[in-house]
């Protein structure tokens, strides 16, 4: 069922999921996404006894891409090597920190922003170019 956010039996068969939604999505609501990674979380929680959110994260990470729109579009980064992501995730047992997303523009990369594993955002460093993911961090939404 794709609403319910009971997914211990994919968890305990060893399944990772990589979520990503593009703030600008005219067609799927945005915060429906991120309301449902919450009552994933919020399940574990209750399903569990301990700490929902670290019990999530050690099968699914979401991702928010601002600019982004339904799949692809929009002014901000769209393209993500997800394949990558999760291929190293299951086969490595390396958890995406954070996944770097560009902006592609007559065939040339024009901007590159981390994605940060909700819901954490990235941060501008204080300097740099603007349109580089290195002078970006992920932190804590303030």
């Known amino acids: ?60 990470r979401l991702y928010m891409m601002p600019g982004m729109g339904h799949c692809r579009g929009g002014n901000g980064p769209d393209q993500a090597d997800w394949m990558t992501v999760i291929s190293g995730w299951v086969e490595q047992n390396k958890a995406p920190a954070s996944v770097v997303a560009r902006s592609v523009r007559d065939g040339k990369t024009v901007t590159t922003r981390p994605l940060c594993p909700h819901p954490q955002v990235a941060r501008y460093k204080g300097k740099g170019d603007t349109n580089d993911a290195a002078n970006f961090e992920c932190a804590a939404p303030k």
């Open 1 to 60: 069922n794709a609403v319910d956010p009971d997914l211990r039996d994919f968890k305990n068969r060893g399944g990772k999921i990589v979520i990503y939604h593009g703030w600008a999505d005219p067609g799927v609501m945005p915060q429906r996404t991120v309301d449902f990674y919450q009552e994933m979380i919020d399940f574990a929680a209750k399903a569990h006894g301990g700490d929902g959110a670290a019990y999530t994260s050690e099968y699914s």
